[in-house]
C-alpha cells in the first residue's frame, strides 16, 4: 500500500464496553487487509484479515468490515477485557506480495 | 511452538560497529520478509525472499544493510557501521506463498540499540 491512517491513537475503554478502530487507505490495488494485535516486548499477532471480496467477517468478539468504495476498514471488538490491552495495528498488502503498510497503531486500554 | 524465531532478542552495540541478526521461519514457509519498527510506529518493509531469492528492496535499506537467505530457510540481516539512526526493533516474518489464505507471521523481533 501507499499510506495507511489509523485512528485513534490511543483508545481507553470500561470493561465490556466495545472498541472500534478506523484506518483509510490510498491504494486502489489494495485487496488484503490484516489486523495485528502487538504486546509489550513482543512481535505482532495476526487476529483477523479480510480480503477486498468480502465486506465483513467475525470471529468471536472480534470484527472486521471493509468499505472499498470509501477504502476504509475498522476493527469491532466487542465485551472487551483487560487482556485485549495491547497497541493494535491496521495495514494493508498493497495488491500483491504481502508487502504490508501498516498503520501507526492505537493503544486500547480496558479499564476493568 | 514453531512460530518465527528470531536471535538475539536484544542487541547494545556501540556506532560504528556491524550486527548480524538470524531469523527462523516456520519451517514450510517459503517466503521471509524482515520488517523495522522505530518506538510508536507501525512496521515498515525492509525486504522479502522468496526461498533463496531476494526479490524486492525497499528503499530504507541502505546500502549498508545486507540479508541473505542461502539455503531458502533461516536469514540474516546485517547491518555495517552501525548508526544511532539504525536504533529499532527488527521484525522477521513469514508465509507460505502458495497457499492463498496464508497470513504473515511475525517473530518477537530483535531489539537493536545503537549507544
Known amino acids: 500500500g501507499e499510506n495507511v491512517e489509523q485512528h485513534p491513537s490511543t483508545l481507553s475503554v470500561q470493561e465490556g464496553d466495545s472498541a472500534v478502530i478506523k484506518c483509510t487507505y490510498s491504494?486502489?490495488?489494495?485487496?488484503?487487509f490484516p489486523w495485528y494485535k502487538q504486546e509489550l516486548g513482543k512481535g505482532p499477532q495476526l487476529i483477523i484479515d479480510i480480503r477486498s471480496n468480502v465486506g465483513e467477517k467475525k470471529d468471536q468478539r472480534i470484527a472486521v468490515t471493509l468499505n472499498k468504495t470509501a477504502k476504509h476498514f475498522s476493527l469491532h471488538i466487542t465485551e472487551t477485557q483487560p487482556e485485549d490491552s495491547a497497541v493494535y495495528f491496521c495495514a494493508d498488502s498493497g495488491g500483491s506480495n504481502y508487502k504490508l503498510t501498516f498503520g501507526k497503531g492505537t493503544l486500547l486500554t480496558v479499564n476493568p | 511452538d514453531t512460530g518465527v524465531s528470531q536471535d538475539p532478542r536484544h542487541k547494545i552495540t556501540k556506532r560504528g560497529q556491524n550486527v548480524t541478526f538470524r531469523c527462523d521461519p516456520i519451517?514450510?514457509?517459503?517466503?521471509l520478509y524482515w520488517y523495522r519498527q522505530t518506538l510508536g510506529q507501525g512496521p515498515e518493509f525492509l525486504t522479502y525472499f522468496q526461498n533463496e531469492a531476494q526479490l524486492e528492496k525497499s528503499r530504507l535499506l541502505s546500502d549498508r544493510f545486507s540479508a541473505e537467505r542461502p539455503k531458502g530457510s533461516f536469514s540474516t540481516l546485517e547491518i555495517q557501521r552501525t548508526e544511532q539512526g539504525d536504533s529499532a526493533m527488527y521484525l522477521c516474518a513469514s508465509r507460505q506463498s502458495s497457499s492463498y489464505n496464508s497470513p504473515l507471521h511475525f517473530g518477537n523481533g530483535t531489539r537493536l540499540t545503537v549507544t
Open positions: 491504494d486502489s490495488a489494495s485487496n488484503y
Open positions: 519451517s514450510e514457509h517459503n517466503r
